[in-house]
T-cell receptor, first 112, second 109 residues
Framework: DTAVSQTPKYLVTQMGNDKSIKCEQN?????MYWYKQDSKKFLKIMFS???????INETVPNRFSPKSPDKAHLNLHINSLELGDSAVYFC???????????FGSGTRLTVV | GQQLNQSPQSMFIQEGEDVSMNCTSS?????WLWYKQDPGEGPVLLIA?????ELTSNGRLTAQFGITRKDSFLNISASIPSDVGIYFC?????????FGTGTSLTVIP
């Protein structure tokens, strides 16, 4: 029973393509997040949703669009992929407040 | 965003040695967390700290919430090979956690 599951685990695609990453959590958490981890392993928040509402939207190119159909799902769609988008993308979830996040196992995106 | 600096950036130690790492910020946080990331996996929560001065243990791991609320420390005693990974601190303020720059730990058998 995976708590936070992301698909796919690996994604290799050409520049200019559009791709999506899906995330689901079965923890009953209210808040979900997308983080980007670069080659230096730095974790940077991209988006946060609470009960399907966007609450954090960091400076991210508008080619990235999150979608939360319900509070258990938060998908990330990326248009017109660029080489610099290559990274590991992590989905996470938490209860409201300063409680720790539960992370998925990541999606390694490689743009060629 | 907030900047959390971890040191050291990387460590190479012999199995059995103790490890100390820390996380500092110019901002005050009301919660500190420590995570470990294994290769190819997402970060996993190790310890959560909610009060300034709090000292919390989880097996061989001990973490402290700094009195100034601007720092936190993690110690690992008697390291073993499976301790290998990247350790991240995270501080909570406002409506999110901010993550540190990470400490990469290598344990030599």
């Amino acid at each position: 029973d995976t708590a936070v599951s992301q698909t796919p685990k690996y994604l290799v695609t050409q520049m200019g393509n559009d791709k999506s990453i899906k995330c689901e959590q079965n923890l009953g958490h209210d808040t979900m997040y997308w983080y980007k981890q670069d080659s230096k392993k730095f974790l940077k928040i991209m988006f946060s949703y609470n009960n399907k509402e966007l609450i954090i939207n960091e400076t991210v190119p508008n080619r990235f669009s999150p979608k939360s159909p319900d509070k258990a799902h938060l998908n990330l769609h990326i248009n017109s992929l660029e080489l610099g988008d290559s990274a590991v993308y992590f989905c996470a979830s938490s209860r409201v407040g300063g409680y720790g996040y539960t992370f998925g196992s990541g999606t390694r995106l490689t743009v060629v | 965003g907030q900047q959390l600096n971890q040191s050291p950036q990387s460590m190479f130690i012999q199995e059995g040695e103790d490890v100390s790492m820390n996380c500092t910020s110019s901002s005050i946080f009301n919660t500190w967390l420590w995570y470990k990331q294994d290769p190819g996996e997402g970060p996993v929560l190790l310890i959560a700290l909610y009060k300034a001065g709090e000292l919390t243990s989880n097996g061989r791991l001990t973490a402290q919430f700094g009195i100034t609320r601007k720092d936190s420390f993690l110690n690992i005693s008697a390291s073993i090979p499976s301790d290998v990974g990247i350790y991240f601190c995270a501080g909570h303020t406002g409506n999110q956690f901010y993550f540190g720059t990470g400490t990469s730990l290598t344990v030599i058998p």
